[in-house]
């Protein structure tokens, strides 16, 4: 179960800044260690070592993600990262049947508003954290649509929880 938590926009681009810039730090390390070594381990076996120094910083990268899962993604300093990379996780769900819920909705299916009312405030939120001012307004007019809707219906606008098997109902329609 996902749930929606108040965030600072300003505070998530600074925090996403730094984990950003602390990643990138341990990769380049990494991968220029590994595609070093790439080239003096096998150099001698391959006339293009441009495809060495690739499949060396792939290793990198490889290495790199593990740190990061493995290490870093419980950390204080990475906790808005992985935040939003979890919301857009839950969207893409959404997303992926997204026309389904729509007509779902359309055909008045409560279940289906409130997947779509949570879709549209997580869509909000992502949209305010990242500072995209635009794609916030393409959303207004289709939201405001939906909580007359769930009004009409007495369905709480607060919908800030969501489970991603929610949308398997929607997936063969």
């Known amino acids: 179960m996902f ?25 380049i390390v990494i991968g220029f260690g590994t595609a070093t070594l790439a080239v003096d381990l096998f150099g001698e076996y391959s006339s293009n070592h441009l495809v060495l120094n690739f499949i060396g ?42 026309n389904n819920v729509k007509e779902a909705v359309e055909n008045g299916d409560e279940q289906a508003m409130k997947i779509l009312r949570f879709y549209h405030l997580g869509l909000e939120q992502m949209h ?18 939906l909580e007359d809707k769930m ?6 606008l607060n919908q800030v929880e969501f489970d991603f098997t929610w949308s398997d109902e929607y997936k063969s329609q």
């Open 128 to 145: 305010r954290l990242e500072d995209n001012n635009q794609a916030l307004i393409d959303v207004v007019a289709e939201k405001k649509e």
């Open 57 to 98: 910083a792939f290793v990198g990268l490889l290495i790199t993600g593990t740190i990061v899962k493995l290490f870093f993604a419980d950390k204080e300093w990475m906790k808005e990262g992985i935040y939003a990379w979890r919301l857009k996780r839950n969207l893409m769900y959404i997303s992926n049947v997204l």
């Open 151 to 156: 009004t009409e219906r007495n369905l709480e």
């Open 3 to 27: 749930k929606i938590e108040e965030i600072d926009p300003v505070c998530y681009r600074k925090q996403t800044r730094k984990a950003t810039l602390i990643v990138m730090a341990i990769f």
